[in-house]
């Protein structure tokens, strides 16, 4: 039985990563932006709307104007949200065509083509897949509890806590024995269920380990980064680099969000800053997560080049 190797497929992450340095940035900075343009847009909203609830009056036309912000708040961070997924099956497609295909000439990897496609489509399949599994576990789990409720404490609870133990690694579990299917459907420029799956009979063992051991780096990675940010942030802070005096504004009044409004312009060039440097971790930590599945699976497969189906042309 073929087999994969963890290492070999953690080690082509960080090849990608010191390979294409700059496509790993915009990768984290594609990702980073619907966040950024929430932030601005929103910020200014939601001060209009506790403006508004802060007024002590009766007037309906404030309330139904406050009503109308927070509406406004919803639809427009709904519509944020499904660029942000759109822009995920982009990135997360071309992180695994850098991996299968780098020598496919590109900007970044980044395309709009049937590969983004395809992975769209097996990744809703695999999310509608993932959910239904999950109700029924919870009425699984539901029916279990009611059955040993009457067994007393602490027997029940430990059943439960047991249950909900067995519920979560059995998704995580699942997760894994399906994650080839998505790098898959790149390698071979079909929607790859069937391929997908075949790859992975037999690896679900070795797939979970990597998952949980990629789970941990990037957690490492995570408290690493954070604690250097925050660190750096009060050694500024405290020397004077920040002008925290802006939150002293008098024109805050009723809007909590107006005083941070100035400090941002106040201190913009700080942020501007620690806006590069998280897309470019965030560009890491996507790689670090995305890659792995796409070695494993090239190493899986009886070949490791790519079928010669043709598809249309892509737009670069």
Same mark, same amino acid.
């Given at each position: 039985?073929?087999?994969?190797?963890?290492?070999?497929?953690?080690?082509?992450?960080?090849?990608?990563?010191?390979?294409?340095?700059?496509?790993?940035?915009?990768?984290?900075?594609?990702?980073?932006?619907?966040?950024?343009?929430?932030?601005?847009?929103?910020?200014?909203?939601?001060?209009?709307?506790?403006?508004?609830?802060?007024?002590?009056?009766?007037?309906?036309?404030?309330?139904?104007?406050?009503?109308?912000?927070?509406?406004?708040?919803?639809?427009?961070?709904?519509?944020?949200?499904?660029?942000?997924?759109?822009?995920?099956?982009?990135?997360?497609?071309?992180?695994?065509?850098?991996?299968?295909?780098?020598?496919?000439?590109?900007?970044?990897?980044?395309?709009?083509?049937?590969?983004?496609?395809?992975?769209?489509? !097996?990744?809703?399949? +695999? #999310? $509608?897949?993932?959910?239904? &599994?999950?109700? @029924?576990? =919870?009425?699984?789990?539901?029916? *279990?509890?009611?059955?040993?409720?009457?067994?007393?404490?602490?027997?029940?609870?430990? !059943?439960?806590?047991? +249950? #909900? $133990?067995?519920?979560?690694? &059995?998704?995580? @579990?699942? =997760?894994?024995?399906?994650?080839? *299917?998505?790098?898959?459907?790149?390698?071979?420029?079909?929607?790859?269920?069937?391929?997908?799956?075949?790859?992975?009979?037999?690896?679900?063992?070795?797939?979970?380990?990597?998952?949980?051991?990629?789970?941990?780096?990037?957690?490492?990675?995570?408290?690493?980064?954070?604690?250097?940010?925050?660190?750096?942030?009060?050694?500024?802070?405290?020397?004077?680099?920040?002008?925290?005096?802006?939150?002293?504004?008098?024109?805050?009044?009723?809007?909590?969000?107006?005083?941070?409004?100035?400090?941002?312009?106040?201190?913009?060039?700080?942020?501007?800053?620690?806006?590069?440097?998280?897309?470019?971790?965030?560009?890491?930590?996507?790689?670090?997560?995305?890659?792995?599945?796409?070695?494993?699976?090239?190493?899986?497969?009886?070949?490791?080049?790519?079928?010669?189906?043709?598809?249309?042309?892509?737009?670069?």
């Amino acid at each position: 039985m073929a087999r994969f190797s963890i290492g070999t497929a953690i080690s082509d992450a960080f090849g990608v990563m010191r390979r294409r340095p700059l496509s790993v940035f915009v990768w984290g900075l594609i990702l980073v932006a619907p966040s950024a343009a929430t932030f601005g847009l929103v910020w200014p909203m939601m001060g209009d709307v506790f403006a508004a609830m802060a007024l002590e009056t009766g007037d309906g036309d404030v309330r139904d104007t406050a009503f109308g912000q927070m509406m406004q708040f919803q639809a427009l961070s709904g519509l944020l949200n499904i660029v942000q997924m759109l822009l995920m099956v982009v990135v997360y497609t071309a992180i695994m065509r850098a991996v299968l295909r780098p020598q496919e000439d590109s900007y970044f990897s980044l395309r709009l083509g049937m590969d983004e496609l395809r992975v769209a489509v !097996v990744g809703l399949a +695999l #999310i $509608v897949g993932l959910y239904a &599994a999950m109700i @029924v576990m =919870m009425l699984i789990g539901g029916a *279990i509890g009611f059955a040993v409720w009457g067994a007393g404490s602490p027997m029940n609870w430990l !059943v439960i806590m047991g +249950l #909900i $133990v067995a519920f979560v690694v &059995a998704i995580f @579990v699942a =997760m894994a024995r399906v994650s080839l *299917i998505m790098p898959a459907s790149v390698l071979y420029r079909t929607f790859a269920f069937a391929e997908g799956w075949r790859l992975g009979r037999g690896q679900t063992g070795r797939l979970f380990g990597m998952m949980l051991l990629l789970i941990l780096l990037l957690v490492v990675i995570e408290v690493v980064v954070v604690g250097i940010g925050l660190a750096i942030a009060v050694a500024v802070g405290i020397s004077g680099g920040v002008d925290w005096a802006a939150l002293q504004s008098d024109r805050t009044g009723a809007n909590p969000f107006e005083g941070l409004d100035v400090m941002l312009a106040a201190n913009w060039p700080w942020f501007a800053v620690g806006a590069v440097v998280v897309a470019m971790v965030y560009g890491l930590l996507m790689t670090l997560h995305i890659a792995p599945y796409a070695s494993a699976c090239q190493q899986l497969a009886e070949s490791g080049t790519p079928s010669n189906v043709d598809e249309p042309a892509s737009v670069a």
